[in-house]
């Protein structure tokens, strides 16, 4: 796992999912880098490099973090009230300003960078070297501005790939495009859409690089003002593109709230445009970072939610963990869409308006908050978190199926949440990265290398694994170990593993003994009621061992185990002064439990 430190830009790489960790310890390698705040971090999964981007720095770094190229970005003569090309002269408010990093993305064959300088253009460097430039234009034309030029306004953005009549004379007739979301500036071209499509690939003249050009699409709104997003992610999912944002609702409550809004990858014409609402119990109404991973099987959005400061867009420390399944999600927007374009654009009652009043030729050109709570998505609240903040979020759902979420928060622990198939959620333990630091918007887990272990050391008896309560280990009946659940040979098999973080697990017991009582010079059947017993299959059988004693065969009725209690001439001879009747669970002790494969 990776992290970006803001506090110190000590950029952080975790091996192992551990204990709470120090970076001293062998589990994590750091790297201290320049830059700070550290805004982006990407991972290349092909070769397993790293590129970090900050303030007028931009790295890339191999897998064990060693630094391979550095490149200045700032700061550069520039201001937010001129247009780039900046001449000193033409521009009297212009300084040395500092980059900072809005856009760090790959695309086949280079890496998209765009900074908060000259309005927010962006460039095309090599992937095998950040120092080589592909793609810079010196003279960008307004078309070109696709970042916000203030650090304190989100930009967000995803490549996809489509196909288009337009190109059919290119090659394939494959059009590569960057969907952008950015929030408002009062400064600089105030014409920006807050969702715009810019062009790739391919860019033969006149084609301009990062150009949004007409036919592409964008979103037309009323008042770029005030329909001022606060974006915070991009995703690809489908044949769709999601933004996740937050914004002031106009029309109806004036709060702050966290919409979702979807469009088809194709839709260059922005008709198939569609947002709701995202709700979550307690009062969590603004976004805060999310992630697209798997929950059991299914796709969802993860997402950190935080209670806003009374009507303003101020998170305070209270946070919540929240999931919509993208099923959930995109039923929500087909009733949506269903009440705009065939129910009049009114709710259920015939009252009230809940979608735009009307679609343009361009794009779907609408007022901010046009849709209200009857078309919104109430999400799973999985775990309350009320004193730290999250920023980064990260699903892995890889391990033994179980999903877990790790996000970042303002106070430098990576903490850990296990969430079950009822949408409920665990806190259960937390990685320590950077004292005192609080946790960067990115946090990435490298595919190749992630991995779980039981904690060190490995517990050696049943009781000691189950105590540990650890969502990724378990003891494994037969094989006597604490281990993972896929390294228990017969897992799949009913109480062959029994589950650490399950409450109700316990060990294989002989919970009742009947007879209670017996002579030691009679031989009988024993029965004993066992809890956890495993599950057998086909022609196997289970044995009791009485000490030291041969194996006896036992017959399995359930979760009852019968055996023949061992002859009184092997039983060793009575302690002086014991009485004539011994209890067999104290002078016949079943101390194992063996499987035989008939």
Avoid at 212 to 232: D, R, T, W
Avoid at 453 to 468: E, G, H, K, N, Q
Wanted: charged share 15%; net charge negative.
């Amino acid at each position: 796992m990776l992290a970006s430190s803001i506090s110190s830009s000590v950029l952080l790489f975790l091996l192992l999912l551990l204990p709470p960790a120090h970076p001293a310890d062998a589990s994590m390698q750091w790297v201290k880098l320049e830059g700070s705040p550290l805004s982006h971090l990407l991972l290349d999964p092909r070769v397993g490099q790293l590129f970090v981007g900050g303030v007028d720095h931009l790295y890339q770094l191999t897998s064990d973090l060693e630094v391979m190229s550095h490149v200045k970005t700032g700061p550069l003569l520039d201001s937010p009230d001129c247009l780039p090309p900046i001449v000193a002269q033409d521009c009297p408010s212009a300084t040395p300003t500092h980059n900072h990093n809005k856009l760090l993305l790959l695309e086949p064959g280079s890496l998209i960078v765009c900074g908060s300088l000259f309005q927010g253009t962006c460039e095309k460097r090599s992937l095998s070297n950040i120092s080589q430039l592909i793609y810079r234009t010196s003279n960008p034309v307004d078309t070109q501005y696709v970042a916000a030029n203030d650090p304190r306004i989100s930009t967000v953005a995803v490549v996809i790939t489509t196909r288009s009549k337009q190109e059919a004379g290119m090659p394939s007739g494959v059009l590569r495009l960057l969907m952008v979301g950015r929030g408002y500036t009062s400064r600089g071209p105030g014409d920006i859409p807050p969702i715009t499509t810019r062009r790739l690939h391919p860019v033969a003249p006149p084609r301009r690089a990062f150009s949004q050009e007409e036919e592409l699409g964008k979103l037309v709104v009323g008042s770029y003002s005030e329909y001022n997003n606060h974006f915070v992610k991009a995703v690809a999912h489908g044949d769709h593109v999601y933004f996740l944002f937050s914004r002031r609702d106009m029309r109806h409550t004036k709060e702050y709230r966290t919409y979702a809004s979807r469009l088809c990858s194709s839709d260059r014409s922005f008709y198939s445009y569609v947002e709701v609402p995202l709700l979550c119990r307690g009062g969590y109404n603004l976004a805060q970072g999310a992630w697209l991973g798997d929950l059991s099987g299914t796709p969802a959005l993860f997402v950190v939610m935080a209670a806003g400061q009374a009507s303003t867009p101020i998170a305070t420390s209270r946070s919540a963990l929240c999931v919509y399944t993208m099923k959930d999600l995109d039923a929500t927007m087909r009733r949506a869409q269903e009440v705009c374009y065939t129910e009049g654009g009114l709710d259920s009652s015939g009252q009230e308006e809940i979608c735009p009043s009307h679609v343009s030729a361009a794009s779907w050109s609408h007022e901010p908050g046009s849709v209200s709570p009857p078309a919104a998505l109430l999400g799973a609240k999985l775990q309350t978190l009320r004193e730290a903040g999250g920023l980064g979020i990260i699903c892995s759902s890889c391990t033994d199926h179980q999903t877990t979420v790790l996000f970042g928060t303002n106070v430098s622990p990576v903490l850990q949440v296990l969430v079950r198939p009822d949408r409920s959620g665990h806190l259960y333990g937390s990685l320590l990265v950077d004292g005192g630091g609080a946790i960067g918007a990115d946090l990435l887990l490298d595919e190749n290398t992630r991995q779980s272990r039981c904690p060190s050391p490995v517990p050696t008896d049943c009781l000691s694994c189950l105590s540990i309560r650890d969502p990724y280990c378990g003891w494994c009946v037969l094989e006597g170990r604490c281990s993972r659940k896929h390294e228990c040979e017969r897992h799949l098999l009913d109480n062959h593993w029994l589950w650490s973080f399950e409450q109700t697990n316990q060990c294989v017991t002989v919970q009742s003994l009947q007879p209670a009582n017996q002579s030691r010079d009679e031989q009988t059947q024993v029965t004993m009621s066992v809890v956890q017993l495993p599950v057998l299959q086909g022609a196997e059988s289970l044995s009791c061992v009485f000490g030291s004693l041969p194996p006896q065969p036992a017959v399995v009725m359930g979760t009852e185990l019968t055996c023949q209690s061992p002859a009184p001439e092997l039983l060793p001879p009575m302690p002086p002064g014991s009485g004539e009747r011994r209890s067999p669970a104290e002078s016949s002790r079943c101390s194992d439990l063996l499987l035989n494969d008939l």
